[in-house]
């Protein structure tokens, strides 16, 4: 059983930097694509930042130039450096990342349980 442990929240202040980290562990043979999500109250979750398993990466316009998504694929890692916070980044965080358990079976879309971030003005 694969699982995704997310690290990192916290609550700061207008301006600063938070750095969310999460890992997988459990049976893994390869890990695709990974990405972070976002959820605030009353509002959808929405793709906040991407990193192909070329190392390619997609952003949301609203977080281009202040967040930045890596990964480590040696440790089954994925991080995302935020800076500049603000308070409309103020959500849920949640990493996702589509693995492959065997050589043989197809990616799995699987989430962390999500990590909160809270931003004061």
């Known amino acids: 059983q694969v699982q995704l442990l997310e690290s990192g929240g916290g609550m700061v202040q207008a301006g600063e930097s938070l750095k969310l980290s999460c890992t997988a562990s459990?049976?893994?043979?390869?890990?695709?694509?990974m990405a972070w999500y976002r959820q605030a109250p009353g509002k959808q979750r929405e793709l906040v930042a991407m990193i192909f398993g070329d190392s390619s990466t997609k952003y949301a316009d609203s977080v281009k130039g202040r967040f930045t998504i890596s990964r480590d694929n040696a440790k089954n890692t994925v991080n995302l450096q935020m800076t500049g916070l603000k308070p409309e980044d103020a959500a849920f965080y949640y990493c996702?990342?589509?693995?492959?358990?065997?050589?043989?079976?197809?990616?799995?879309?699987?989430w962390g349980q999500g990590t909160r971030v809270t931003v004061s003005s």
């Open positions: 459990g049976r893994i043979f390869n890990i695709g694509n």
């Open positions: 996702n990342m589509q693995i492959q358990v065997t050589i043989a079976t197809t990616p799995l879309n699987t």
